[in-house]
């Protein structure tokens, strides 16, 4: 099934997200022709709960020191 996907495609996340999706849209009664609006909220959960998303940081440009950022 995954054999022509790219290598650096996370098919663990892809598949976590397609379960919370189902079963959001099975607590929801199983509404017809929503199936991005629930596969859009698994994604913005899950993204939400990885470790990235919770350790961001500003970003900086190479050199800039932070009084120069401050002007």
């Known amino acids: 099934m995954y054999e022509d ?3 650096f495609v996370d098919l663990d996340f892809e598949q976590r997200v397609r379960q919370t999706a189902y ?3 099975e607590d929801d009664g199983r ?4 199936e991005k609006k629930y596969w859009f909220i698994a ?3 899950l993204l939400a709960e990885r470790p990235e998303a919770t350790q961001t ?8 020191s932070s009084e120069a950022r401050d002007v």
Not at 31 to 34: I, K
């Open 5 to 7: 996907t790219e290598k």
């Open 23 to 25: 079963h959001l849209w």
């Open 31 to 34: 509404p017809f022709g929503d």
């Open 43 to 45: 994604l913005e959960r």
């Open 57 to 64: 940081k500003p970003l900086q440009a190479p050199g800039l």
